[in-house]
């Protein structure tokens, strides 16, 4: 095991909230939320994903940061210190999540970046989202060129992953980060001045009660855990580089905001373009690559604004892409003492390896089904409903039963947390947090 004294910091804690916010922030915040709002009602969900986020989300990162600090190891290594062998396979399940993720994510990633090339050259200028759908699906469907792209994000995936974290991660977000907020403001302000966009404000702000139910909560609590990438040790690697005296609490809360701010400004831009043109706000997933660039068309300077559209998302999906591989090099590097680099060119090789399945599924092996669904759709299935919530399970209880007495002394010496916050942050891992969890994976599994 390498030293856990030398272990490489981050530079600031700036750039510490800057990576774990670059994780948070991604494909889930908006290509996700815009659309699994339109399908939940609008405002009430956002109510509800706001209590979810500021009580759950925000105890179970603190509680992944916590024990990366205390323990300055990755996943594998971090949950076999504090807990003996018996809570090593956690580990593993963060490190196995990680490849099952990068497999599908990397895949959608791609589209992404082609969709930047598309709208340069024009070939998405079309007002009619019927022809637009014959585009997205004639790329997505084709063997070699989706897949191109997705190596190409790869490949950068793994060059600043290899260049550690205080040169190669922290410098790439506090570049990349101010500039997706920037992107997105000036997005959401055009959004929100086009003619007619009120409604699509209204459909945000008035929240419409009616449209609640049980299942809305479920959707709400989903989309929460994966938006601030939980359940798989990311925070807990990331919080492994981080210096003893920045505080925790507020360091996460800063992390957390800024996931939920961007949320918001996602949904409050497509939501206001889509009421806009006069388009259904519950067009599910195709609402980023078929309904928007529909609109980009028919608005002036639209080739502009798509553009900054999709290096938005771009930007969104590289960031925490790094996040995703990044558990799994520390793991290498840790436990097995390979150079980072040796580390990063396995990880991505065998992450991309995992991506040519996934992609193909849209096309060639679109008739190859597991259980049902085709690759693609089964990775992302398996994570998000299985190993994610069984991950952000199993290290709520862990903190909340197991190392409890080390969790308060990490807040409370470190950062002069008071005792009555840190008993109620550990009530809520004790017993909401694994309510919550169960709930979902008990759901998932048709079970209730
Ligand atoms: N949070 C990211 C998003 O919103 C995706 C992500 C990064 C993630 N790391 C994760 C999801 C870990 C689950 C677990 O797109």
Known sequence: MKGAENRELWGSRFGFVMAAAGSAVGLGNIWRFPYVMGENGGGAFLLIYIAIVAIFGMSLAMSEIAVGRATRRNPVG????????????????????????????????????????????????????????????????????????????MAGVATVVAGGIS????????????????????????????????????????????????????????????????????????????????????????????????????????????????????????????????????????????????????????TSAISILEPTVAYLVDEHQLSRRNAVIACALLCFALAIPSSLSFGHLSNFHILDRSFFDLMDHAATNYMLPMGALLSSLFVGWKWSDGAAAELSTHDRTPAAWIQGWLLLLRFVAPVCLAWILLSSAGLI
């Open 78 to 153: 971090a949950f076999s210190l504090l807990g003996g062998p018996m809570w090593r396979p956690l580990g593993f399940l963060g490190v196995l999540s990680g490849f099952v993720i990068l497999s599908f994510y990397t895949v959608v990633a791609g589209w992404t970046l082609a969709y930047i090339g598309f709208m340069l050259r024009g070939i998405l200028a079309s007002t009619d989202p019927t022809i637009l759908a014959g585009t997205f699906d004639q790329f997505i469907s084709s063997a070699l060129h989706p897949l191109a792209y997705a190596a190409l994000f």
């Open 167 to 318: 040169k190669g991660i922290e410098r790439f977000s506090k570049f990349l980060m101010p500039t997706l907020f920037l992107l997105l403001l000036g997005l959401t302000l055009r959004a929100v001045t086009l003619p007619g966009a009120t409604e699509g404000l209204n459909f945000f702000l008035s929240p419409d009660f009616s449209k609640v139910s049980v299942a809305t909560f479920g959707a709400a609590l989903a989309q929460a855990f994966f938006s601030l990438s939980l359940g798989m040790g990311c925070m807990l690697t990331y919080g492994s580089y981080l210096r003893r005296d920045s505080r925790i609490p507020s360091t996460t809360a800063a992390v957390v905001s800024l996931d939920l701010v961007v949320s918001v400004l996602a949904g409050l831009m497509v939501m206001s373009i889509v009421f806009s043109f006069g388009f259904d706000p519950a067009a599910g997933p195709g609402l980023t690559f078929i309904t928007l660039p529909a609109i980009f068309a028919s608005m002036s300077g639209g080739v502009f604004f798509g553009v900054a559209f999709f290096v938005l998302l771009a930007i969104a999906a590289l």
